[in-house]
Nanobody, 116 residues
Framework: QVQLVESGGGLVQAGGSLRLSCAAS????????MGWYRQAPGKEREFVAAISWSGGSTYYAGSVKGRFTISRDNAKNTMYLQMNSLKPEDTAIYYC?????????WGQGTQVTVSS
């Protein structure tokens, strides 16, 4: 089992920045890939970014590439999402995800609201 807790969401003006954190516990953090997803009101949950267990590989949705940066600190059991140049369409609940050999674990989500 893995427990994931997101933090760092909030209200920000368009063009601003936020950094989300995801603290993990329960399994060896450095042994599994992780990612960020988001769900806007009335829409399905969508992929935002992912990072390999070592941090050596990262992947981004086209809509956030160049603005968001995913990273992880395996010594702190924490994953991050640095979000710059935020847009109103980035408004959503952001979820942390861990993929352990096909079993997926989710955090409770953190709200990000970008005002125009």
């Amino acid at each position: 089992q893995v427990q994931l807790v997101e933090s760092g969401g909030g209200l920000v003006q368009a063009g601003g920045s936020l950094r989300l954190s995801c603290a993990a516990s329960g399994r060896t953090f450095s042994s599994y890939d992780m990612g960020w997803y988001r769900q806007a009101p009335g829409k399905e949950r969508e992929f935002v970014a992912a990072i390999s267990w070592s941090g050596g590989s990262t992947y981004y949705a086209g809509s956030v590439k160049g603005r968001f940066t995913i990273s992880r600190d395996n010594a702190k059991n924490t994953m991050y999402l640095q979000m710059n140049s935020l847009k109103p369409e980035d408004t959503a609940i952001y979820y942390c995800n861990a993929d352990i050999t096909g079993d997926e674990f989710w955090g409770q989500g953190t709200q990000v609201t970008v005002s125009s």
